[in-house]
């Protein structure tokens, strides 16, 4: 059994962005595509399809990187104060135990590689 004392908060504060960047720019560009599909469908629109959907993709790109920024700003904070929450009550209360096992890997040549190889 082994305890994680402390956690790294630049380490967690830089994944934490990540997701949340990712997941805003994911979630952003879905909604701009349902928003082309709705306003082609419903021919809400005056002018050209092509216009339309071109705005709409370029808008929607620009929306998508805007709040994937700032949104992974507020991941990166998010992550820093669990981190530095965490070690504080690990201090105190201790930290998160946890079991780990060695595995064995096997290679492409089908030989066994772990800890007693």
């Given at each position: 059994m082994q305890e994680i004392k402390q956690i790294n908060k630049a380490s967690l504060a830089h994944i934490t962005a990540l997701i949340f960047g990712l997941l805003a720019f994911f979630v952003v560009i879905t909604a701009?595509?349902?928003?082309?599909v709705n306003i082609v469908a419903q021919k809400d629109f005056a002018g050209s399809v092509i216009m339309v959907v071109l705005f709409n993709i370029g808008a929607g790109l620009l929306l998508g990187a805007a709040v994937a920024l700032i949104m992974a700003f507020f991941g990166?904070?998010?992550?820093?104060?669990?981190?530095?929450i965490y070690n504080i009550f690990a201090r105190r209360a201790g930290g998160i135990k946890v079991e780990l096992v060695d595995i064995?890997?096997?290679e492409d040549d089908g030989k066994k590689q772990g800890k007693d190889s």
């Open positions: 701009a595509i349902f928003t082309i990166w904070l998010i992550g820093c104060l669990a981190a530095m064995e890997v096997v």
